[in-house]
């Protein structure tokens, strides 16, 4: 009991087929997680359609 399991950082958590963009409802393939720790999911559409806008205010796209 003395090894210590690291928590996974968002990225390597894969989304689940029951994720659904935030904008569109179609199947999740990114998520974007805010500095604030809010987290939206985007299919790969919007992913792509935010991504610029999305850098531009500190989200981290995985
Ligand atoms: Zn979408």
């Known amino acids: 009991m003395n090894a210590t399991?690291?928590?996974a950082p968002d990225?390597?958590?894969?989304?689940k087929a029951?994720?659904?963009c935030?904008?569109?409802g179609?199947?999740?393939t990114t998520?974007?997680?805010m500095?604030?720790?809010l987290e939206l999911l985007f299919c790969g559409h919007h992913?792509?359609?935010y991504e610029a806008a999305l850098k531009d205010q500190e989200f981290a796209l995985s």
Request: net charge positive; glycine share 4%; aromatic share 0%.
């Open 5 to 7: 399991v690291p928590v």
């Open 11 to 15: 990225s390597t958590v894969e989304l």
């Open 18 to 20: 029951t994720d659904r």
């Open 22 to 24: 935030d904008r569109c």
């Open 26 to 28: 179609a199947r999740a």
């Open 31 to 33: 998520r974007a997680t």
């Open 35 to 37: 500095a604030s720790g």
């Open 47 to 49: 992913a792509r359609e």
